[in-house]
């Protein structure tokens, strides 16, 4: 695997996260009921990742409708007006519509009318992403505040007859509003993103695009599934994400020790439990939410971080260590100082 591309400098105005928010479907969809349609079982599923359900979009209910649900809590707790929001950057690997861009319909949905929207698509690693880009975005003080949400709608894009891939994921949308930080208020210290496309074969959706066009008449043999290749991934998945907090923590002129909460993405206990053995971080220390979830790629950490937030896990002044892994290969870390 590659060094870490992007290794960001300072930016000119800190910023800093004003508000979060999340939103998932109503339909839980638990390992029990897997167990009814393709051979598996809940031990194997518990066992091997530690997710036990996750949530299904309703029939109608798309990416946009997560996402805009999110970002109206996250601008919520801001107290940030929709019509006042200059930036929306929604990151999904599951878009409304090829084109245009899902931020386009979120952007619609709550009324943000003098927002520039566009989406990023770096699979799991997508809001962090989203993050960098908004802090830059910021802090150049080209916008004033930027609406950053992680949005899936895993559950259109699974081969619901793969055992290997369809126990793994779930729908979900979270949220974040990224404002300049003027009295010292908590900031974001640092964001290490990087990319492998040398790997990009080991976690894909073949078809659909216009290397492979799909039609609804002519489905081409499940290519508009997502296809991995676990065993793989879950080997650069631990060493990626390891060295992506490391850098992120030392780009920060931190130490294990300052962080107060690890927010890994959310896609398998085994690879969290790899990454805190090896950063030294104490188990207690680290938000865990798969269980009631999935993988829900972009959406993960976002969704955990909104989570953390409401349910007191973080507090004023706390360092928070946020890092991602997912298709591309992409990674990428974050510290927030709360
Ligand atoms: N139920 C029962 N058995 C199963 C299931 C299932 N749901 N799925 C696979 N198996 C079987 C396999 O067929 C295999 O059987 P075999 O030995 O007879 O061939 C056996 O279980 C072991 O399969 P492995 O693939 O070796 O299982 P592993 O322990 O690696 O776990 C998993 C698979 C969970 C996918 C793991 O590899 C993983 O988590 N990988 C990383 C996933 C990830 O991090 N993705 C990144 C982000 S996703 C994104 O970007 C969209």
């Not at 479907?25 to 518990?46: A, C, F, G, Y």
């Not at 409304?96 to 699979?123: M, N």
């Not at 793994?168 to 990319?195: E, H, K, M, Y």
């Not at 959406?299 to 349910?311: M, P, W």
Request: hydrophobic content about 45%.
């Amino acid at each position: 695997m590659s060094e870490p591309a992007a290794s960001s400098p300072k930016e000119i105005i800190p910023v800093r996260i004003a508000g979060t928010g999340s939103y998932l479907p109503e339909r839980i969809m638990t390992n029990h009921d897997l167990e009814k349609s393709v051979d598996t079982s809940d031990e194997w599923i518990t066992s091997r990742t530690g997710i036990r359900e996750r949530r299904i979009a309703a029939e109608g209910e798309h990416t946009s409708h997560l996402a805009a649900k999110a970002a109206e809590k996250a601008l919520e707790q801001a107290g940030i007006d929709a019509a006042d929001v200059e930036l929306i950057i929604v990151a999904t690997i599951t878009p409304d519509t090829l084109t245009p861009a899902t931020a386009c319909y979120v952007q619609q949905h709550i009324g943000s009318l003098r927002a520039v929207a566009f989406d990023v698509s770096a699979a799991c690693s997508g809001f962090l992403y989203a993050l960098e880009l908004a802090r830059h975005s910021v802090g150049s003080g080209a916008f004033k505040n930027a609406l950053i949400i992680g949005a899936e709608k895993l559950s259109s894009f699974v081969d619901w007859t793969d055992r290997n891939t369809c126990v793994l994921f779930g729908d979900g949308a979270g949220a974040a509003v990224i404002v300049p930080s003027t009295n010292g208020d908590g900031r974001i210290l640092s964001c290490q993103l990087g990319t492998d496309g040398a790997q990009a074969e080991l976690l894909n959706i073949p078809g659909g695009g216009s290397a492979c066009p799909v039609s609804i008449d002519a489905p081409s043999d499940k290519l508009a599934f997502l296809a991995m290749q676990g065993r793989e991934v879950f080997k650069h998945a631990v060493n990626a994400m390891k060295k992506a907090a490391i850098d992120a923590i030392s780009a920060a002129g931190l130490t294990a020790k300052d962080i107060k909460l690890l927010i890994p993405h959310q896609a398998n206990l085994r690879i969290i439990d790899a990454i805190v053995e090896r950063l030294e971080i104490n188990r207690d220390d680290v938000f865990i939410n798969l269980d009631k979830y999935g993988n829900t790629s972009a959406a993960a950490v976002a969704i955990a971080l909104d989570e953390a937030n409401r349910q007191g896990r973080i507090e004023s002044g706390d360092k928070v260590l946020l890092v991602a892994f997912g298709a591309g290969l992409t990674w990428a870390s974050a510290i927030i100082e709360w």
